[in-house]
């Protein structure tokens, strides 16, 4: 083996793991951004909660007597 086939070879193995770490983080990426989808789904469903909770002791605080 030649050192340009040499450093072909060893060339080509460095690109297969690019390509296989390029690969593993894709699909990692696909993951977390799937998990911070359901992250602002669950942030924005506790944030309507907390409104619908402070609009009821609001009713509630309006519902109590003026003090004298």
């Known amino acids: 083996m030649n050192l340009a086939t040499s450093a072909l070879s060893d060339l080509a193995r460095r690109v297969d793991q690019l390509l296989d770490r390029y690969e593993v983080l894709r699909k990692e990426n696909i993951v977390m951004r799937q998990h ?5 789904a669950e942030r924005d469903e506790l944030r309507n909660r ?3 909770a ?4 609001e009713a509630l605080k309006a519902q109590l007597p003026a003090d004298a």
């Open 36 to 40: 911070l989808l359901q992250a602002q």
């Open 50 to 52: 907390v409104d619908m």
């Open 54 to 57: 402070a609009a009821r002791l």
